[in-house]
């Protein structure tokens, strides 16, 4: 079988959907020839040519504004019409991470993937919510707070080498939202801090 997996973060490095994509790859390297595109570095030609002959096509990309990044957007809309030429039958995997605690806020942009399956003929596999982002680099995938996230990549997987279509899965992180939000604060702060800014300068209003 033949799987391509797009990375749709606009980051070129230390994405939570690098990690993920990293993840999903090695899972499926036996049973499949399996590469990682970039969306951000591949031009609309080259995704293309790496979906020919694709059985899966895996989205895996961050949530922005409760939908897709633009430049992921804008490559959907520009191979909607003759993808499904190229990989004709293949099934669309998605995993869609966010910034916020909860994974249900990744239900709308997996609709919206949905959309694209409808409009472009291919088949809708599953999808994949992942809620508290931010901690995805925290421990390796499977352990400790991203425990629930691995069995979730590996039922996500099976279900590919299976060319099976499941129901979305939210995955719920193994850890409390108070040590989540607290955590967050404290990058927010720090990250203030370093380019020069004070913490109350954080709340200011913006400048009508
Ligand atoms: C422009 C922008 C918009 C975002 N919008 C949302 C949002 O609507 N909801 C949310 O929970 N997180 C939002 N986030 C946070 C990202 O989804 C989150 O940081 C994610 O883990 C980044 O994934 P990546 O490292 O794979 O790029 C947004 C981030 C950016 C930069």
Request: hydrophobic letters at 45%.
């Amino acid at each position: 079988m033949k799987a391509v997996i797009i990375n749709g973060s606009p980051k070129a490095q230390d994405s939570a959907s690098e990690l993920i994509a990293a993840y999903l790859q090695a899972r499926l390297a036996q049973a499949a020839d399996c590469s990682v595109c970039h969306a951000a570095r591949y031009s609309r030609d080259e995704i293309m040519r790496a979906f020919t002959g694709c059985n899966a096509l895996i989205f895996v990309f961050p949530l922005y504004v409760d939908g897709i990044p633009s430049h992921l957007l804008r490559l959907l809309d520009e191979i909607q019409n003759s993808v499904a030429d190229v990989a004709s039958g293949a099934a669309v995997y998605c995993v869609v991470n966010n910034g916020f605690y909860e994974a249900h806020q990744n239900a709308v942009a997996l609709e919206l993937m949905g959309n694209f399956c409808v409009r472009s003929g291919l088949r809708w596999g599953q999808g994949l919510g992942v809620g508290a982002g931010g901690m995805i680099a925290a421990a390796p995938i499977g352990r400790g707070p991203l425990k629930n996230l691995g069995k979730a990549l590996d039922a996500l997987a099976e279900n590919i080498r299976n060319n099976k279509t499941a129901d979305n899965l939210f995955v719920k992180p193994n850890f409390p939202k108070f040590l989540y939000n607290a955590a967050a604060h404290m990058s927010f702060r720090a990250q203030a801090r370093k380019y020069g800014l004070k913490t109350k300068q954080l709340y200011d209003k913006p400048r009508q």
